[in-house]
């Protein structure tokens, strides 16, 4: 997180400036090997309860900012049954076992939500190693319809 600072000029007239600030959350894309791609993104729809708390997405641990987020760099598939997204895992039967991308921007979600947009990027390179939760490229089934990703 980054804070910003800047001044204003009061609202009682006093010639002393008021101090106020902004937060800025900027996402970890270390696993984003390349642009390429980025421009086009899908939205999805994210299944919370089929991510893991703490890999996928964290709590917010700023009282000022309750909001809990998904990580950038998720490794999602489609659930077959609801079309929802969830955390990829080669070894599910739901649909997940297939990727479909990864969560491009970080996303924040409220205490208790269940479902979260997000944006999917389907198509570009990924650094394997730098993918939050991590992903083993071998287990990821090459598709011509599906995602194209390049792993490096």
Excluded: N
Excluded at 55 to 82: E, M
């Amino acid at each position: 997180m980054r804070r910003l600072c800047s001044f204003r000029p009061r609202e009682d007239g006093c010639d002393t400036p008021a101090h106020h600030h902004v937060d800025v959350y900027t996402a970890d894309r270390a696993w984003l090997a390349s642009l390429h791609g980025t421009d086009s993104t899908e939205t999805i729809t994210l299944d919370i309860s089929k991510l893991t708390a703490g890999t996928h997405h964290v709590a917010s641990a700023d009282t000022a900012q309750p909001y809990s987020r998904v990580l950038s760099g998720v490794p999602v598939g489609k659930i077959t049954a609801s079309g929802l997204y969830g955390a990829f895992d080669p070894a599910a039967t739901d649909g997940r076992q297939a990727l479909a991308g990864f969560v491009f921007a970080e996303t924040l979600f409220a205490p208790g939500a269940a479902k979260v947009p997000a944006a999917l990027l389907w198509h570009g390179v990924v650094a394997a190693a730098k993918v939050p939760g991590g992903i083993d490229p071998s287990k990821v089934t090459a598709s011509v319809t599906g995602p194209q990703i390049r792993f490096v």
